[in-house]
């Protein structure tokens, strides 16, 4: 078995952006966007990170870019300190670092030919003149599966999985190492949806790619990850390899999350178990103390309220962070009781 090397890792990072009011401006709160995260993205992986919308997934991703500042904690690219790096310093890692956005239609300018929206990446960092670079996005559009004669087409004149791919022609302009998906998928068509999958996993084979892929469509990251980390109100709950997730999650929140998505069988999608979570999720800007599912938890108990669950090994390369979590036979609502009420204040 070959040796796992870290390309880039969160140790303890914050996003909380602050909370203004009155006269003054000052700093009346803060949202609590991602708290205290702590990931590894190791080289050659598709990384999934899942959760519902607020969960934290969006600035956790622009965050190891460098894309929103981080208010505490670390962030290490090929074993470089980003965190307290200049914009200048960064820029150069800015070639191994990429992202894909999550509208292909509001993250291309509709002022721009894809020539120039290719080829933007090439000319800021000096790979050839505009002969060699419009070579290079010639043949990135027929990397895509695009029509190289469309190059200079704008972007109204193209579809929506159209515009997915010139957005993917852009991220690996600079062949980087690390590429962020964000919600890569989730505005196209369930049959572009499989198209665009498919292209993915084409060029991670092809250029060496290593994705953090953010979905919250179950079944999507399932099917491009290798290993899958859970978020809720801004932490990571659970993470172990893909297979592993979905075959027997640990935490609560992961086993509600497995239980909604539906079976193609429909006698036992009938039969399926599913469990419904009370209430809605916190707000960010006053989250619950201590665990901070315990509101929503059917496994919680008083320690919930009171003590953080540790992030911690539950099994082989399977971490989880709930007190209950390897306790056998407490899966299911109907075997424990009704959970905690939420106290004043942490709803």
Same mark, same amino acid.
């Given at each position: ?68 500042p ?7 690219f ?19 670092m990429q ?37 290079? !996005?010639? +043949? =990135?559009?027929?990397?895509?599966? #695009?029509?190289? /004669?469309?190059?200079?087409? @704008?972007?109204?004149?193209?579809s ?8 993917i ?8 190492k ?57 932490? !990571?709950? +659970? =993470?172990?390899?893909?297979?592993? #997730?979905?075959? /027997?999650?640990?935490?609560? @929140? ?91 204040g942490?709803?």
């Amino acid at each position: 078995m070959s040796a796992v090397t870290t390309l880039i890792e969160a140790r303890g990072v914050n996003v909380h952006f602050p909370i203004k009011g009155g006269f003054w401006g000052r700093q009346v709160g803060a949202v609590h966007a991602v708290n205290d995260v702590n990931l590894a993205v190791h080289e050659g992986e598709t990384l999934g990170l899942v959760g519902e919308s607020g969960s934290g997934k969006t600035t956790l991703g622009r965050a190891l870019l460098k894309l929103v500042p981080s208010t505490a904690g670390q962030i290490a690219f090929q074993g470089k300190d980003i965190t307290r790096m200049s914009q200048s310093q960064v820029r150069p890692l800015r070639q191994e670092m990429q992202m894909i956005f999550q509208d292909p239609f509001g993250s291309l300018d509709p002022r721009m030919t894809v020539f120039q929206i290719v080829s933007e990446p090439l000319e800021n960092f000096g790979r050839g003149n505009k002969r060699e670079q419009r070579a290079q !996005v010639a +043949e =990135l559009l027929r990397i895509v599966g #695009l029509n190289p /004669g469309h190059i200079n087409r @704008y972007p109204h004149e193209f579809s929506g999985g159209q515009r997915q791919r010139v957005g993917i022609a852009r991220a690996i302009a600079l062949r980087p190492k690390l590429v962020v998906a964000d919600e890569a998928v989730s505005a196209l068509d369930v049959s572009i949806q499989a198209q665009i999958l498919n292209l993915l996993e084409n060029l991670q084979q092809e250029f060496g790619l290593t994705y953090l892929f953010i979905a919250h469509n179950l079944s999507v990251v399932r099917h491009i990850s290798d290993r899958v980390a859970v978020m809720y109100l801004g932490n !990571v709950v +659970e =993470l172990a390899d893909s297979e592993e #997730l979905y075959g /027997g999650p640990l935490h609560p @929140y992961t086993q509600a999350l497995m239980s909604a998505i539906p079976l193609p069988d429909p006698i036992q999608e009938r039969r399926k178990e599913r469990i419904i979570l009370q209430g809605d999720i916190p707000s960010p800007v006053n989250p619950p103390q201590a665990c901070v599912f315990h509101t929503r938890c059917f496994k919680a108990r008083p320690i919930c309220s009171e003590v953080t669950p540790a992030f911690e090994e539950k099994r082989p390369g399977h971490w989880a962070a709930c007190h209950f979590a390897d306790v056998p036979g407490v899966t299911r609502p109907q075997e424990i009781k009704a959970p905690i009420q939420a106290s004043p204040g942490q709803a």
